[in-house]
């Protein structure tokens, strides 16, 4: 029975030797865990830490956004004064020199003032001629002046729209103005 005891004792220290061993074992695998999750922590530390970088820099670009679209709204205003004015000045510069500008048109060409036109086409408003809407689009044309046709002689007025650049709208709207110009008018327009 002793040999037995001792027998049954020395495989429980084989198996106590084993057990050991397995702590150890686990010993060693729970440092590897631990230093492991130092390296994850240190790694989520820095993902932090990146991620904070990313966030003001993304702040930063759409402040700067924010600041371009700001100039871009005052350059677009000074576009939109800048043209104002480049039409304003081509207008002028249209009716200041009407006579040079339509010469192969009319001869003895003059503009014709405001009033004087404003006192025709309230005549014909008063008629029933013409609308109040198209006195006023008459009266909007850029240059109307008025002079002897080259070819037959006849009195004329001509009609036109000055911009920087021409489109249909503008053709149309000058044809117009000129159609109802010679209709109230009685002559070539």
Not at 36 to 53: K, P
Not at 70 to 87: H, I, P, S
Request: no cysteine; aromatic share 4%.
């Amino acid at each position: 029975a002793l040999a037995r005891l001792a027998e049954a004792q020395a495989r429980t220290e084989q198996r106590l030797d084993q057990l050991a061993g397995r702590m150890d074992q686990l010993a060693e695998a729970q440092r590897q865990t631990d230093a492991t999750v130092r390296q994850l922590v240190v790694r989520i530390e820095q993902l932090a830490e990146a991620q904070r970088q990313t966030d003001a820099t993304v702040r930063e670009l759409a402040e700067a956004q924010q600041r371009t679209t700001e100039q871009l709204t005052v350059l677009a205003v000074r576009v939109d004064r800048f043209d104002a004015m480049r039409g304003y000045i081509l207008e002028a510069r249209y009716r200041d020199k009407a006579h040079a500008y339509f010469d192969d048109l009319l001869l003895r060409l003059r503009v014709a003032p405001g009033h004087e036109l404003a006192a025709l086409l309230d005549d014909a408003e008063e008629r029933g001629l013409i609308t109040r809407q198209q006195r006023r689009a008459v009266l909007a044309a850029d240059v109307i002046a008025r002079g002897r046709l080259r070819d037959t002689g006849h009195e004329a007025f001509l009609v036109a729209e000055v911009s920087a650049v021409v489109d249909p709208r503008d053709v149309h709207r000058a044809a117009e103005r000129a159609r109802l110009l010679a209709r109230i008018a009685g002559m070539p327009a």
